[in-house]
């Protein structure tokens, strides 16, 4: 139906920079809400970040002033700019989109994870 695919994940340096991308493609109607969570080793899944349709964004506190949620809604793309990263950045981290696949019918996909290591 929907396949989300994440790119950019990596290694980064403490305080270095890195970009995430996850393109949504398939049999979609609309997209409303994309966003971005992770999970590091030996914890639960956490929200990262999250941008509504119109542009609304939610930032997580833990990364909030150093990552940036955007998206290109032509492209069904959604990006997660992360700066001044420290080690506790570490994780995979999962894209997450809400796509309209039917007239009435909305539903909640996920990617297949990247894994971001942040180690001098």
């Known amino acids: 139906q929907v396949q989300l695919v994440e790119s950019g994940g990596g290694l980064g340096q403490p305080g270095g920079s890195l970009r995430l991308s996850c393109a949504a493609s398939?049999?979609?109607?609309?997209?409303?809400?994309m966003g971005w969570y992770r999970q590091g080793p030996g914890k639960e899944r956490e929200l990262v970040a999250t941008i509504t349709s119109g542009g609304s964004t939610n930032i997580a506190d833990s990364v909030k002033g150093r990552f940036t949620i955007s998206r290109d809604g032509a492209k069904n793309t959604v990006y997660l700019q992360m700066n001044s990263l420290k080690p506790e950045d570490t994780a995979v981290y999962y894209c997450?989109?809400?796509?309209?696949?039917?007239?009435?019918?909305?539903?909640?996909?996920w990617g297949q994870g990247t894994q971001v290591t942040v180690s001098s």
């Open positions: 398939g049999s979609i109607l609309n997209i409303n809400n």
């Open positions: 997450k989109c809400n796509a309209r696949i039917a007239v009435a019918k909305w539903k909640d996909f």
